[in-house]
């Protein structure tokens, strides 16, 4: 599947989830070769989105310190990918996502009030810079009945 961090983006900036903050603070991501170099330090979020009273998804994320900075109240307040993609003078240039069907463990059946080992959606989206630094990571764990893809398909 392929589409644009634009509409990503556009699609979040729409969003208007509340969020509960698990935990916070600096915090270093486990980053594979692939994902890129590695920043200095990293500010990590640890929340959970709800909409209409139902949670949905666990998210951890981790943003490069020197960014969380630009605008640390923003971070904590709304959802960190506008956020991010609205900060001045700021350059993204490799958005990745990976999607991976899985099973909810003890911790995200407890968070998401579903069954241990009910179907869930796990996405890890990885934003480098222009130097090839990550400045964002996102782990997110999403409830398998909030998950739907529809596909173009090219004959």
Do not use: W
């Amino acid at each position: 599947m392929e589409t644009t961090l634009d509409d990503l983006v556009t699609m979040y900036s729409r969003d208007r989830p509340d969020h509960a903050t698990l935990s916070e603070g600096v915090v270093a991501p486990i980053l594979s070769e692939s994902d890129g170099s590695k920043a200095p330090k990293y500010y990590h979020l640890r929340r959970v989105h709800s909409r209409d009273g139902e949670r949905y998804c666990v998210i951890s994320i981790y943003i490069d310190h020197r960014v969380f900075r630009r605008a640390p109240a923003r971070f904590r307040r709304e959802l960190a990918l506008p956020v991010l993609t609205s900060l001045p003078g700021l350059k993204i240039a490799s958005a990745r996502q990976t999607l991976t069907i899985s099973t909810a463990d003890v911790e995200s059946s407890r968070l998401l009030s579903i069954q241990v080992n009910a179907p869930v959606a796990e996405v890890r989206r990885v934003m480098r810079d222009v130097e090839g630094t990550v400045i964002y990571l996102a782990e997110v764990t999403y409830r398998g009945d909030y998950i739907h893809l529809e596909m173009d398909l090219k004959p």
